[in-house]
């Protein structure tokens, strides 16, 4: 099992739709949660960071779920520039790893 | 903002070949990381920098070694290239304290021929 797995999509959505992607996480000691984003041919960029009670960032909602081991992204009123590839990080207790999901693809469409 | 420099953003080099590729951080962050980024395979750490001269290896340090001889600066050797080499590279750093997210330099697109 990888430690860190996403589906890779593509999530084919129109624009203003909402979308949620799910990435469930192998152990159970991690600590830190980020959610980046990387659009084709760039490196990536950081969208959030997860907070176990949940944060909101203008559209974007990140979730911690400690018992069921994921983290969720929830992109509401999609636009066309929300298109790319989001990523999935996650950093164990203790150490300096962080681990990367291969990343869902998100396509929004007109 | 954080700004991390990667020196080349393409590169092409052949076989047997020593290639250097360097980064350069301006936040003062003592870790700085090497990873490598290939479809299917996300990316994969290939060493990573606590402080000046140290590392340590990361999932795939075959055929790479660093230096971090200056703390803003983190460079990634590739001792003799192979077509197996060929890839993104990106260069990322971040502060010691915990939960910090790590910040990315635009990466190198190497090709070895």
């Known amino acids: 099992r990888k430690e860190v797995e996403q589906d890779p999509g593509p999530f084919n959505v129109p624009e203003g739709a909402t979308v949620a992607f799910n990435c469930t996480y192998s152990?159970?000691?991690?600590?830190?949660f980020f959610w980046y984003r990387q659009d084709c041919r760039k490196e990536p960029k950081l969208l959030m960071s997860?907070?176990?009670s949940g944060n909101e960032d203008g559209r974007f909602t990140a979730q911690l779920n400690r018992a069921s081991q994921y983290i969720s992204l929830l992109i509401r009123d999609s636009k066309l520039s929300d298109s790319a590839t989001y990523l999935c990080?996650?950093?164990?207790?203790?150490?300096?790893?962080?681990?990367f999901g291969t990343g869902t693809r998100l396509k929004v469409l007109a | 903002d954080v700004k991390v420099t990667q020196s080349s953003r393409y590169l092409v080099k052949r076989t047997g070949e020593k290639v250097f590729l360097e980064c350069v951080q301006d936040?003062?962050?003592?870790?700085m990381f090497w990873y490598r980024q290939d479809p299917g395979l996300g990316l994969r750490l290939i060493y990573f920098?606590?402080?000046?001269?140290?590392?340590e290896k990361g999932d795939i340090p075959e055929g790479y070694s660093v230096s971090r001889e200056k703390k803003e600066r983190f460079s990634l050797i590739l001792e003799s290239a192979s077509t197996n080499q060929t890839s993104m590279y990106l260069c990322?750093?971040?502060?010691?304290?915990?939960?910090?997210?790590?910040?990315f330099g635009d990466g190198t697109r190497l090709s070895i021929l």
């Open positions: 990080v996650v950093r164990d207790s203790g150490t300096y790893k962080y681990i």
């Open positions: 152990n159970s000691a991690s600590q830190s």
């Open positions: 997860v907070y176990s």
């Open positions: 936040m003062d962050h003592e870790n």
């Open positions: 920098s606590y402080d000046v001269k140290m590392k």
């Open positions: 990322a750093s971040n502060t010691g304290t915990a939960n910090q997210p790590q910040h």
